[in-house]
């Protein structure tokens, strides 16, 4: 998962979908005024373009990571600055990651709130 992050944070977003299972789903946060649904790699790197466009290369910054079982929570602060627009970004994304019996990611869920991000997950461990 770090290594996922330190690639896509290198520009490396050709890693990072060969991590994710082609049927992939990524759902954005439930409370996200634009909450959506996106499928498949092709879906999946146009939600990327999305944001780039808007702020640029996102960075993230992992703050806690706790594994259980098939599944991953990953506690991130995300920032980024669109080149064109001046437009910041800097907030905290819970994002829980399932993975399939190959090892691929078939499952992003992305949350807000880490007790939401948890419960989905079903994760019982404490965070940092």
């Given at each position: 998962?770090?290594?996922?992050y330190d690639a896509w944070n290198g520009g490396d977003r050709s890693y990072v979908l060969?991590?994710?299972?082609?049927?992939?789903?990524?759902?954005?946060?439930?409370?996200?005024?634009?909450?959506?649904?996106?499928?498949?790699?092709?879906?999946?790197?146009?939600?990327?373009?999305?944001?780039?466009?808007?702020?640029?290369?996102?960075?993230?910054?992992?703050?806690?990571?706790?594994?259980?079982?098939?599944?991953?929570?990953?506690?991130?602060?995300?920032?980024?600055?669109?080149?064109?627009?001046?437009?910041?970004?800097?907030?905290?994304?819970?994002?829980?990651?399932?993975?399939?019996?190959?090892?691929?990611?078939?499952?992003?869920?992305?949350?807000?709130?880490?007790?939401?991000?948890?419960?989905?997950?079903?994760?019982?461990?404490?965070?940092?």
């Amino acid at each position: 998962m770090r290594t996922g992050y330190d690639a896509w944070n290198g520009g490396d977003r050709s890693y990072v979908l060969d991590n994710l299972s082609p049927d992939v789903v990524w759902v954005t946060p439930p409370d996200d005024p634009d909450q959506d649904v996106f499928r498949g790699h092709e879906a999946v790197s146009g939600f990327w373009n999305q944001w780039r466009a808007a702020v640029g290369q996102l960075r993230f910054e992992v703050q806690d990571m706790v594994e259980e079982g098939n599944r991953v929570l990953a506690v991130v602060k995300r920032s980024g600055v669109g080149r064109q627009s001046g437009l910041e970004v800097s907030d905290v994304v819970c994002q829980v990651y399932f993975f399939d019996e190959d090892g691929k990611c078939s499952l992003v869920r992305e949350f807000y709130d880490r007790n939401a991000a948890m419960a989905s997950a079903g994760i019982t461990q404490p965070t940092e």
